[in-house]
């Protein structure tokens, strides 16, 4: 009979322990007796360097706000996929989100258009707003409002290896102004394609995804074209018109000449199988292991117009927080001066604050001076639309599709139909 | 424990007024033991279903359930539009007709292989076994190198005998072909076991009284094996079948569904659609529409292979 009643107890206590488990006790937030405020905040699993920075900021700042404010960060693996995002939305609709996020900046406009975000306007001196680069307010931005701000700035620059370069009697452009146009760049990478080395990787070894708009899109924008026309209401035209369409043939060319290949290893560049490569400028610290290597730095090839990718992870406030001016004091913490010049030290990814550019003198001489003219000369950001994870899905499909030589045209038309569809949705 | 009633004879008239309660008890025993299963199926099985089911009418945006309206078969007649959809059906029909045969007769080859009594055995049991207990997003990222057009294992093997090079995952034509093998590969180890245990309940006498017959090993497969294991071999089938239209982590982990959609799956489809691009309500109208199509094939697998196994 003991044992019986034991054994039942024991179910109850599993049935308890399941229940526990399902409840959410990430949205910790609250206020404590002595009045300090406690929030939570998510951030997405970058490099560890990253990761490390975001830790000690928030300690840090748990410091400075003693018995004010104290923030929980929890770290979510963000995974190749799309892990961090998945985990957002399920978290929007489960009413547990955290009070504080970061979230990759093209993904601002679909958040703020569906409530997710509160905007951080009121919080935000107009100084401190001008000091960011305009491509950060840009992104942050969504019908006319302040939803996120970040510390970092990114681009994607032309990487080229002197050693390889010097051989074949090739002098990359030093100045934004001489930046290699199209044709340039095609002879170039042909003359420095050999049987041993590619003249290029665009590191299709990501795959379809995020990567293919971001580094991709410039092409459009380079072209004179864009993804969608001004108020982001309408693909039609823009996704599948002339300068679209001219520019994935563009890069569909690259590869029908074989100057860059589908299949390249992720580090084909730092280990010599790529003479030039177009990547992102996170790749700077990882460059270090690679002892053979001398690399230098150029500007991104254009057509007409000069461009270069930009965005990168920005912090907002969740409208779920019951506290959104505590949280809106953690965003303007993480993107001040201190941590805009900090995070770039660390990643080697751009400041997001002009101001902050004094601070990094490496940033006034080649080659991280292509960086800096890149990010405050052409920097372009992707549309601010509702839409986006659409368009972007279905532009990076065409994309790949143009490097695998099929009709670019018909891939345009096909993401162009998928985006209008979805547009629809929104502009109701 | 309950006491017996012979060792102690004396508590009988108690246990009259027992049995009389017997019924009622058991009941509430028996639920009390089948509630929590019932209660977590119920949560987590059959209300997702039915709210699937639900959302398919609905306009349902992932970020915003509190918008969603009654649209009818709006969802529905989409689908028959789609082509993307339409090749999602065709790539998951092709990978199981091929997978089901395909990887039962790889299993039972294995089986028949290693059920040989033969000294180290052992080892090829496990070695083939190995796959089935590794994780399926490290085996397809262990074979996504492998299938690297120009580093990989694959084509430096193919090119010793002269054949290839090919590009595996990089080309719209061998990307389903190239995940299909590797599926089989990884599979296989699991029904040969269950096949091996079939065979090892074959009782010995009748492959000898087959030997006095005069029986060669290929009448003896044909005549004895197979038969034996008929049973097994329905249930392997039907099995992989349902397993084969779940396909997802593979083209998830190897091409995202490319290139150009070649690698997409109704599986895949749903999740894309869902939670990439956040449209709950058609992504449910695919989901409950795969749910049909599967239990369809399911029923009628299950009569034709009852009815000729009687």
């Known amino acids: ?428 | 424990m309950e006491p017996s009633p012979i060792l102690r004879p004396n508590r009988n008239e108690k246990k009259v007024t027992a049995y009389s309660n017997k019924g009622v008890r058991q009941f509430w025993l028996g639920m009390g033991f089948a509630g929590p299963a019932v209660v977590l199926l119920f949560v987590f099985l059959i209300m997702p279903a039915l709210l699937a089911l639900y959302y398919s009418f609905t306009n349902y945006y992932l970020l915003t359930p509190q918008l969603s309206e009654f649209v009818g078969f709006e969802n529905y007649q989409r689908l028959a539009g789609d082509t993307l959809f339409l090749k999602s059906l065709k790539n998951t029909a092709i990978f199981t007709a091929i997978v089901v045969p395909l990887q039962t007769l790889t299993a039972l080859a294995l089986a028949l292989l290693v059920n040989q009594k033969l000294k180290g055995i052992k080892f090829f049991r496990v070695a083939f076994f190995a796959p089935v207990v590794t994780s399926m997003v490290i085996v397809s990222i262990l074979w996504t190198f492998i299938y690297n057009p120009d580093t990989g294992l694959a084509n430096s093997i193919l090119s010793i005998v002269g054949i290839g090079p090919y590009q595996y995952l990089m080309d719209k034509d061998q990307a389903l072909y190239s995940i299909i093998f590797m599926s089989v590969w990884q599979g296989a180890g699991y029904q040969m076991m269950i096949f091996l245990a079939g065979l090892q309940d074959i009782p010995d006498h009748q492959y000898e009284a087959a030997s006095i017959d005069g029986a060669n090993s290929w009448q003896k497969l044909i005549h004895i094996t197979i038969p034996g294991i008929r049973n097994i071999l329905v249930f392997i089938a039907l099995v992989t079948m349902i397993a084969a239209t779940k396909l997802f982590i593979q083209p998830f982990v190897m091409t995202q569904g490319g290139p150009l959609d070649s690698t997409k799956t109704l599986v895949y489809m749903v999740y894309e659609t869902g939670f990439k691009f956040r449209d709950v309500g058609y992504s449910s109208a695919l989901a409950v529409l795969f749910f049909m199509i599967v239990l369809v094939i399911s029923v009628v697998q299950r009569k034709w292979l009852r009815d000729t196994s009687q």
Not at chain 1, 118 to 132: E, H, N
Not at chain 1, 224 to 245: P, W
Not at chain 1, 260 to 279: I, K, Q, W, Y
Not at chain 1, 282 to 300: A, H, M, R, V
Request: aromatic content about 10%.
């Open chain 1, 1 to 428: 009979m003991k044992n019986k009643s034991m054994f039942a107890a024991f179910c109850l206590l599993l049935v308890f322990a399941l229940i526990a488990g399902c409840s959410n006790d990430d949205t910790g937030s609250g206020r404590t007796k002595d009045g300090e405020v406690q929030l939570v905040m998510w951030a997405h699993q970058g490099q560890p360097k990253e990761v490390d920075f975001y830790k000690k900021r928030i300690d840090d700042f748990n410091t400075a706000y003693k018995g004010k404010i104290h923030v929980k960060l929890k770290i979510i693996p963000s995974g190749a996929g799309h892990a961090y995002e998945d985990k957002i939305n399920a978290a929007a609709t489960s009413n547990g989100l955290p009070d504080v996020l970061d979230m990759d900046g093209p993904f601002v406009g679909n958040y703020a258009a569906t409530g997710l975000l509160a905007p951080i306007d009121s919080y935000i001196p107009d100084k401190d707003k001008k000091d960011f680069a305009d491509s950060i307010i840009q992104q942050g931005t969504y019908d006319k409002k302040l939803y996120a701000l970040g510390a970092m700035e990114s681009s994607v620059v032309l990487f080229y290896n002197k050693k390889l370069l010097k051989e074949a009697g090739i002098q990359a452009p030093e100045k934004i102004d001489d930046a290699w146009d199209w044709n340039e760049f095609l002879e170039v990478s042909k003359k420095l394609t050999t049987e041993k080395t590619k003249g290029l990787t665009m590191h299709m070894d990501l795959g379809v995804g995020e990567w293919f708009t971001y580094m991709g899109s410039v092409f459009v924008w380079s072209n004179g074209g864009d993804l969608l026309n001004e108020d982001r209401t309408k693909a039609d035209g823009y996704l599948n018109g002339k300068e679209s369409v001219e520019a994935l043939e563009y890069v569909q060319k690259l590869f029908k000449e074989k100057v860059v290949s589908m299949s390249n290893g992720p580090t084909d560049f730092e280990e010599g199988r790529a003479a030039m490569m177009l990547g992102g400028v996170w790749l700077i610290p990882g460059f270090e292991e690679y002892k053979d290597l001398d690399w230098g730095i150029t500007y991104f090839p254009y057509a007409k117009e000069k461009a270069s990718p930009s965005g990168s992870w920005a912090f907002g406030v969740s409208s779920q927080s019951k506290f959104p001016k505590e949280a809106a004091e953690v965003v303007k913490w993480m993107s001040n001066k201190d941590s805009v010049v900090e995070i770039s030290k660390i990643t080697g990814m751009p400041p997001a604050r002009a101001s902050a550019f004094d601070e990094l003198k490496e940033y006034d001489e080649m080659p991280k001076k292509a960086i800096k003219d890149q990010v405050l000369e052409s920097a372009t950001a992707r549309p601010s639309t509702p839409a986006y994870p659409v368009l972007t899905a279905k532009f990076a499909e065409a994309f790949q599709a143009a490097a695998l030589g099929q009709d670019v045209k018909k891939a345009l038309d096909k993401a162009t139909e998928d985006t209008e569809r979805e547009l629809e949705r929104f502009n109701k």
